[in-house]
């Protein structure tokens, strides 16, 4: 056991929603977790939260038993040779940065160092995340359990055996957030030209959306069967869809999500 159960390695939104996750939770009190931060201001906040907290990422590695990687894939190239410096028992490695590779970490820090990747979402800050996960040959079955459990307390969470995997579920889980607002923003702005007071229109859609999820999960009828449900024949929905399907809706979000994993896979090189 090292001085801290949990440390994160850049507590940027991401690192910082899942320590607090942990924390709310009840897997460890927040003194039992170290942050690194390279803003003195981020680190004074998270000192108030009563988090311990440093400016020297090489001490996360070396005082903690679990180490997120909360650092953009752009900047592993200039920590991770500096953590194959660090000299210590090997903590678990959790890295959430899109596309990189258990290659890339291994050839840094050790082919005998347990990495878990994890593929989470924004939501998770409200517990509605979901997160997808895969081990290295290093990482025991034991210890991808604990981190699937870790992410268990912030919403859904899948493993996958095959690394290329969590490339391949980007578009889905982890970018979505941002097609999903899209979408909303695009539902509301029309909303407002029709009168719809913007606030109503918000309400309204995010309610709708919610609903329209539940009714998916429920797992009874497919998209296609749902969507017919709704569409009476020659009614008001068949004309929205007809516009949908003519301008190739289908096709954008097949191009969208194929050059998001694309983008995973470059990241990672
Ligand atoms: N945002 C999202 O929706 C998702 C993000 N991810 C992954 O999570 C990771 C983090 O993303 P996110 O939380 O949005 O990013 P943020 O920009 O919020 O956080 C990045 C963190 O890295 C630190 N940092 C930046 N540059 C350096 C550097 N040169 N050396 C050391 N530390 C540095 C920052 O320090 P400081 O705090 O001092 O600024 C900050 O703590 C990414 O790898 C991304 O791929 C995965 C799934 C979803
Ligand atoms: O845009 C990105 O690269 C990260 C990974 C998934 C969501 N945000």
Redesign the pocket.
Known sequence: MKTYRFGV????????AIVEGAVRAGLFPPAQALL????AE?REKNREKGFAVTGD?TEVYTACDTVV?????Q?FD??LPVLSGCRCEKPLVVS?????TFAKIERALGADTPVVRV????PLMLGEGAAQLVKNAAATQEQLDAVRALFDTMGATAVFDEESMLNEVIPYA??A?AYIYAFADAMVRSAVQHGVPEADALRMFCQTMIGSAKMLLRGDRTPAELIGAVCSPGGTTVEAMKVLESRGLYDILAEACDNCIARAYELGK
């Open positions: 390695l850049g507590a940027g939104n991401m690192g910082t690194f931060n390279r803003s981020k990422y990687l909360g650092v953009k894939p900047n200039e920590i959430i940065a899109a596309g990189i593929m989470p979402n924004t982890g970018s957030p």
